[in-house]
């Protein structure tokens, strides 16, 4: 639970325990569930219509989380939810409960334990509440891809005509300096992904690169909607890639340093206001991580960075031959093959969607060579891919919680 606290005054306790007895005597209305059922089953629908780029991400995350539901899963009982069954899971839910606050603002830590205690007495209260034991608590984990793997899944899209590729290349579990390394790799790529890929290759309107995080592991994402082939634009990602790899050696020591500079300035800007500010530490709490002086410790590891190490994470884990490659491509393809149109481009563009991979490159004056890939591995079963790989561990919290018996101010 997330409190928004813009300043303690006397009568935020007395609307904070209104707010809980609200939620405690919920009047759960039959005609209500069912046009709520119809509303998600409408937004369920919709997904099949989203733009390819969406779906790929989309993808990229169900394959790579130990557990999630998938649309149909969802579709499938959205029509045998009723109003008693809803009040039967918020009963079941009350009666167990593991509550987490972040209260900030203007608030003592004393102000802060006593709008807890409010929360906490009237959940036992109403529902006679009890904590969630630790080991009951679920834990949400990434699958872990085996060195130099190279995993491949295809996905049809029956309403959009364009194509998508999502690169996904798992770097590993994040640790201080394995984040920062990430971060400053993502910050040196960003541009030339985009100045190759979109304006010099013209490969679609939509290309994007950066970090990818979740569940504690990072990697390197490459991200591209185009009129063209799937296959094409995962050559054109990996082309690029490998151009990496003289680019980074060849930096010179006053790029590398504003290439720092830049993070450094990036990741100590303070927040413009309290709604950023939530979002910043409410990053570090959704993770489970807690690690609230990141920002500090993560800039001094940049600092005594130097350009080896970039070079150097970027050979273990990116470079085609890397041997801690773990690659993961999501294609989106359009239903009908060989299907053109101006998806994921402009309005104010001129439409060349009738143009193929050959024409795009007259565009280019220094098209960078495709290196030669290894067959990939086809995921033809979702649950099979998964069940087959072992996890990551959970995200490792900075600070305990479990040993302290109050709750932290910083």
């Not at 609200?22 to 733009?51: G, V, Y």
């Not at 002086?293 to 130097?306: F, G, S």
């Amino acid at each position: 639970m997330s409190l928004d606290v813009g300043g303690f005054n006397d009568k935020l306790p007395v609307f904070l325990k209104t707010i809980v007895k609200k939620m405690t005597t919920l009047d759960i209305d039959p005609k209500k569930i069912a046009i709520l059922n119809e509303m998600n089953k409408r937004q369920l629908k919709n997904f099949e219509s989203d733009q390819p780029f969406q779906q790929a991400v989309f993808y990229t995350t169900m394959l790579t989380t130990d557990t999630i539901w998938t649309y149909p899963e969802i579709s499938a009982i959205v029509d045998g939810v009723t109003a008693a069954k809803v009040q039967k899971y918020v009963n079941d839910m009350m009666s167990r409960l593991f509550v987490e606050a972040f209260v900030y603002g203007n608030v003592t830590k004393k102000q802060s334990q006593e709008l807890m205690s409010i929360v906490e007495d009237e959940l036992k209260k109403e529902y006679k509440t009890k904590p969630l034991s630790e080991s009951e608590r679920p834990v949400f984990r990434e699958v872990n891809m085996p060195d130099k793997s190279y995993f491949l899944k295809e996905q049809k899209n029956a309403v959009q005509p364009a194509y998508a590729v999502d690169v996904y290349l798992q770097c590993g579990p994040q640790d201080t300096r394995s984040n920062v390394l990430m971060e400053l790799l993502a910050q040196v790529v960003e541009q030339p992904c985009f100045n190759i890929l979109r304006n010099q290759e013209q490969l679609g309107y939509i290309v994007m690169s950066g970090v990818r995080r979740t569940k504690g592991v990072q990697g390197l994402r490459v991200l591209v909607q185009s009129p063209y082939s799937a296959e094409h634009v995962e050559k054109r990602i990996e082309a690029f890639l490998d151009h990496m790899d003289d680019y980074i050696s060849n930096m010179n020591y006053r790029t590398f340093v504003s290439h720092k500079e830049a993070l450094e300035t990036d990741r100590l800007e303070k927040p413009r206001n309290m709604y950023d500010e939530n979002g910043y530490w409410m990053s570090e709490i959704n993770a489970g991580t807690y690690h609230f002086n990141r920002d500090e410790l993560e800039v001094k590891q940049l600092r005594n960075l130097t350009k080896d190490d970039l070079y150097n994470f970027y050979r273990e884990h990116i470079a085609i031959d890397a041997p801690k490659r773990h690659k993961l491509v999501v294609r989106v393809l359009p239903e009908v093959a060989g299907r053109s149109g101006n998806a994921g481009r402009g309005n104010d563009e001129e439409d060349n969607t009738d143009q193929g991979p050959e024409d795009a490159m007259e565009f280019n004056f220094d098209i960078l060579p495709s290196p030669d890939l290894p067959a990939p591995k086809i995921i033809t079963d979702i649950s099979d891919f998964k069940s087959a790989l072992s996890l990551y561990p959970p995200a490792k919290p900075y600070i305990d919680f479990t040993k302290l018996k109050t709750g932290i101010d910083f």
